[in-house]
């Protein structure tokens, strides 16, 4: 398959209603009734107290872990030029939110870094707490 450089012009009110039809898809997203960033906050900081006690963090990387100033992540379709009909990736951002510097862990745990192996399996653990199924705010 050809993945060329292509543009796709779509309406404001079609670009919507593509991203409503993925995120009604019920296998995939169940609605939220309020925004979990605080309770991501709290996990962040238990999590880096949990692996700070533990010895697998140092304080310096347990305090930095945690952002004191989470944002909501934001979703958005990428347009898939190369589909019929152009249907959208749903992608997140997580940039700026309380669990972004959690894949910087993972990352250095995964990759040798300077933490330390058994971090990686913790963290995989733990991850799946706060990462159930893919949830949106209606």
């Known amino acids: 398959m050809n993945f060329c450089s292509r543009f796709v012009v779509l309406s404001q009110q079609e670009y919507q209603n593509k991203i409503l039809e993925q995120l009604n898809n019920d296998l995939y997203y169940d609605s939220l009734n309020s ?4 309770d991501h906050f709290e996990v962040a900081k238990e ?3 949990k692996w700070f006690s533990e010895g697998q963090i140092s304080q310096e ?3 930095w872990v945690v952002n ?6 934001v979703a958005f379709g990428n347009v898939k030029t190369h589909k019929r009909d152009n249907p959208l990736r749903l992608i997140t951002s997580r940039c ?3 669990i972004e510097r959690l894949s910087i862990i ?6 040798g870094g300077s933490l330390k192996p058994m971090l990686w399996w913790k963290y995989r653990d733990d991850i ?5 199924p893919r949830v949106y705010l209606s």
């Open 35 to 38: 925004d979990p960033t605080l």
């Open 128 to 132: 799946f707490d706060i990462f159930g």
């Open 106 to 111: 993972d990352e250095k745990a995964k990759f």
């Open 61 to 63: 990387i347990a305090t």
């Open 96 to 98: 700026g939110t309380a």
């Open 68 to 73: 004191l100033e989470p944002k909501p992540g």
């Open 47 to 49: 999590w880096s107290r």
